[in-house]
């Protein structure tokens, strides 16, 4: 059987600040002058779910709330902060993906983004060079775990639903990819990807979606 994994990004392969693994957002208000209470209420709140679902662009979005956040703060300034914080790799994942690779699985990140991100992944932090490519929400106008997001990853990879196997740290994602007739298994943290995928393609009595446990050697 041909082996597809979709590979949630935030949470899974990517966690926070290269530094620590916190939120990109911690030291926002000591940096740029932000409260994160702002952030989220002028912001977040009221345009995330466009943004990330392809209905608003982010840089005009930023641009538009700036004089609310930080008059003196360019859009471009702002999302440099961001994304250059919001960075931190999983370097043993990325090895895996690699070996995954090697033993003919096609992996593409699947994940809830907007462009400039989408693009900052796969080129600025130059995972494309470990994956087959990236689907993702803004392109698709339709975010996980919305059944369309499954529809169109599926059609977008070229694999049947049965031969994806979704790899995500939100149940409500895994439980909906089981729901599109995928495989799913639901990450935690530390534990090995080769063996998750392996224990995935069992036959298909075997329970589709395990927990993964954070203290798996």
Request: a negative charge; proline letters at 5%; hydrophobic letters at 40%.
């Amino acid at each position: 059987m041909k082996r597809c994994l979709m590979l949630d990004v935030d949470g899974v392969l990517i966690n926070g600040r290269p530094e620590d693994g916190r939120s990109w957002a911690t030291d926002i208000e000591r940096d740029l002058g932000i409260p994160l209470e702002k952030l989220s209420s002028v912001f977040f709140a009221p345009h995330w779910e466009d943004i990330v679902s392809g209905r608003k662009n982010l840089l005009d979005t930023v641009e538009a709330c700036l004089p609310l956040l930080a008059p003196g703060l360019t859009a471009i300034e702002l999302i440099d902060y961001w994304f250059s914080r919001d960075s931190r790799i999983d370097e043993s994942l990325l090895q895996e993906c690699d070996e995954l690779r090697r033993r003919d699985t096609h992996i593409f990140l699947a994940t809830n983004q907007e462009h400039m991100r989408a693009e900052h992944l796969m080129e600025r932090l130059e995972l494309e060079k470990h994956v087959d490519g990236i689907i993702y929400s803004a392109k698709i106008g339709a975010r996980k775990p919305q059944p369309a997001f499954f529809e169109a990853a599926s059609r977008l990879s070229g694999f049947a639903p049965a031969n994806i196997l979704l790899v995500d740290d939100t149940k409500a994602n895994v439980e909906a990819a089981v729901q599109a007739g995928w495989r799913a298994e639901h990450w935690f943290g530390n534990g090995s990807l080769l063996s998750l995928v392996d224990r995935a393609y069992e036959p298909a009595e075997e329970i589709p979606s395990r927990r993964v446990d954070q203290h798996q050697e």
